[in-house]
């Protein structure tokens, strides 16, 4: 039997309310998508002409020709170095696709993008690339074509950098497979990425291997020898034995892939769906006109609920009882989850509602999804003396110590403590998705400039000095301007915080997708929690 009742949307999508916060979030998708269209080519037009001129496929194209056929690939962290001096995308293309019925996790070198090389926000993609491979045991594959490090960068990247092999080694002792084609240069420390991996592919004539090229080894001593000899895809075919298969071209490089995926014979662990997958009764994409482009005005996250959930169904915990979490059971593409999502700020009633509906899914093995609109936990004497900080850290102890996988859906606001409460990022949820309105900070610009503002009369008033208005005015609107800039759904995806900005509409695909890698991995709640004061 389904879970839950339908949902009896409330929302007049003919208004001229609804029509005009359409329009406004249209065009904060518009400029997300705009960055987006510049990722492909970023390394630009002459080095992508260059890259096919060598008989040579764009990382995403290989991409698409290794998945099976119609199926959806769902790329993580596109627009990773936003607003950076890193370039979007940092030179890698990374995500989840199904490889003979198997979800892997896959990334590829951008040969178009400073040849491959690796910056310092690579890194980072590429350790959160690794944390989702444990997190959810998924099979990795390495599409491989790199010059290695950005040289000129080498003291914000050599440390850190060593931490992919060891992880690659970590994943295989886990029982992940690893998976690494050389489609071009594996140079220096990247030599170890094929060298550490389970099974390896070489383009024959593309791929090689070495810690130093021909220009290195002549220097260090002094032997004239060329690329082939050196670390060819014949050579370590042959002789080093680097290579388990040598492929004539990258498509047979991908279809030899493609068979060693099925021959791994994977299984899931997770029970998988076992509700009716049923598309919501409201259209999705209505979503994205359902939450606020301006996220100070309020709207009913059960409204994104009826579009986001099998069937438009839920069954709601507790209704009557702190209204402004509004939490229970639902299914999103026939697996099961508690969905937790706000109407407005926590106060005592929604932090202890909260906890008890995370200690609940715990006990069924029921993941949780949570749709952030939060401005944070409640202030004020009457909410201290309520035991606020005592209730708020319930929630955070039921968030911290749940083993069963978080999902966050960023659709609104996320503020304070509010976050924290909410699993944010720095409680290691499964996957972040944001929507192009999102906003992410310590709190509002204009309140965290306002309490700068209080902050500078007082000081000024301790000391007995006379407040310079006209300076102090300045300082508020440029502290306000700089948090406005710091909190965006851009400059949020552009530092990893989130897993990517996706189009509303496109929500339920890619929860589904989350949802269905995180079941390749056991899904168990958890039997103990920490100390809680009551």
Not at 380 to 402: F, W
Not at 451 to 479: F, H, K, P, W, Y
Not at 506 to 523: C, F, P
């Amino acid at each position: 039997m389904a879970i839950g009742s339908v949902i009896q949307s409330r929302l007049d999508t003919k208004s001229d309310d609804y029509r005009a916060n359409l329009a406004e979030m249209q065009k904060m998708w518009d400029e997300v998508a705009a960055e987006m269209a510049r990722v492909p080519t970023i390394g630009g037009q002459r080095y992508v002409d260059r890259h096919r001129q060598r008989g040579k496929m764009l990382v995403r194209e290989r991409i698409e020709n290794l998945l099976d056929p119609n199926t959806p690939f769902l790329e993580l962290s596109p627009l990773a170095a936003w607003g950076t001096e890193d370039p979007i995308g940092v030179g890698i293309a990374s995500g989840i696709g199904t490889i003979e019925g198997v979800e892997c996790l896959i990334t590829g070198t951008d040969m178009t993008v400073r040849g491959g090389s690796a910056n310092p926000t690579t890194w980072k993609k590429s350790q959160r690339f690794t944390e989702i491979a444990k997190q959810n045991r998924l099979p990795v594959i390495n599409l491989n074509e790199s010059a290695g490090a950005d040289l000129p960068r080498q003291a914000d990247l050599f440390i850190q950098g060593g931490a992919s092999f060891r992880d690659l080694t970590q994943l295989s002792q886990m029982g992940i497979p690893t998976i690494t084609m050389a489609f071009g240069p594996n140079t220096a420390g990247g030599a170890y990425t094929p060298g550490t991996s389970d099974y390896t592919v070489f383009v024959k004539e593309k791929g090689t291997a070495y810690l130093g090229g021909p220009p290195l080894v002549k220097m260090a001593i002094d032997e004239i020898v060329d690329e082939e000899s050196l670390g060819g895809a014949e050579m370590h075919s042959r002789t080093s034995g680097l290579s388990d298969f040598l492929a004539h071209d990258e498509m047979d490089a991908l279809r030899i892939t493609r068979q060693i995926v099925k021959h791994l014979q994977w299984k899931k662990l997770g029970p998988g769906p076992s509700e009716p997958a049923d598309e919501p009764i409201y259209d999705p994409a209505e979503l994205l006109g359902c939450a606020s482009a301006d996220v100070r005005i309020p709207f009913d996250i059960r409204e994104i609920y009826a579009r986001l959930l099998d069937g438009s169904r839920f069954e709601e915990f507790k209704p009557l009882y702190g209204e402004q979490l509004v939490c229970g059971w639902a299914s999103i593409q026939g697996f099961p989850v508690g969905v937790l999502g706000n109407n407005g700020i926590l106060f005592s009633e929604e932090a202890k509602k909260g906890a008890q509906f995370i200690q609940l899914c715990n006990k069924t093995n029921t993941p949780l999804v949570f749709l952030h609109n939060i401005t944070g936990f409640m202030v004020g004497s009457k909410a201290e003396q309520g035991g606020i900080i005592r209730n708020g850290a319930k929630l955070i102890n039921a968030v911290s110590n749940s083993t069963v996988p978080h999902f966050n859906l960023m659709v609104g606001a996320s503020y304070g403590a509010g976050n924290y409460g909410m699993a944010g990022k720095a409680y290691n949820p499964r996957f972040i998705f944001t929507w192009p309105n999102h906003r992410i900070a310590v709190m509002g610009p204009k309140q965290l400039a306002g309490v700068m503002d209080i902050v500078a009369r007082n000081s000024a008033a301790g000391r007995g000095l006379e407040v310079d208005e006209e300076a102090l005015q300045a300082q508020t609107s440029a502290l306000e301007a700089q948090i406005e800039r710091e909190s965006t759904a851009l400059f949020s995806t552009g530092r990893l915080w989130d897993d990517g900005i996706i189009h509303p509409a496109d929500s339920r695909t890619a929860l589904g997708i989350a949802l269905s890698a995180a079941h390749s991995n056991e899904v168990v709640g958890a039997t103990s929690y920490g100390v809680w004061r009551h």
